[in-house]
């Protein structure tokens, strides 16, 4: 358990450690053992942000995480729903050319899933910046 609670504060540490998280993260609602929960998400490369791992786990807050990569699935979805359009220039490209992009910015509370997702080509999305 000290690799899962490194760095966290002693009253998360205290709530992850008797068990109280399973509450309110949907993720821990759905699987029976929070220490594997937290050991899934600490090997995770999409959790960006390993120190909202806790917090997470205690009100369900993914923003805690800092999950910020679409998945090629999400990224596939959208090139094909906009036909591989890029939504700023309007110019069609290939996919390997386009980066998925949040609708809803992330930083406004703008979820890391298919529907939030649109394809911008390399350089609109470079120009974008965190609009």
């Known amino acids: 358990m000290s690799l899962l609670t490194e760095g966290v504060s002693p009253s998360c540490k205290s709530l992850i450690c008797n068990g109280l998280c399973a509450v309110s993260s ?5 699987i029976s053992s929070p220490v594997v929960v937290l ?3 600490m ?9 909202g791992i806790y917090p997470y786990v ?5 923003r805690h995480l800092n999950i ?17 359009v890029c939504v700023k220039c ?6 390997e050319a386009m980066e998925g992009d949040h ?3 992330w930083h406004e509370g703008g979820k890391t899933n ?12 470079r120009r974008k910046g965190g609009d």
Do not use: H
Not at 26 to 30: D, E, I, K, V
Not at 90 to 95: A, D, G, P, T, V
Not at 114 to 125: F, R
């Open 103 to 105: 609708i809803k910015p």
């Open 58 to 62: 205690l009100d369900g807050d993914e």
């Open 114 to 125: 298919a529907e939030n997702c649109q394809m911008l080509c390399k350089p609109c999305n």
């Open 90 to 95: 309007e110019k069609q490209f290939r996919l």
């Open 68 to 84: 910020r990569a679409f998945s090629n699935n999400m990224k596939r979805e959208a090139y094909e729903r906009q036909q591989g």
């Open 39 to 41: 050991a899934k998400l």
């Open 43 to 51: 090997m995770d490369d999409d959790v960006q942000k390993k120190s």
């Open 26 to 30: 949907p993720l821990l609602r759905s």
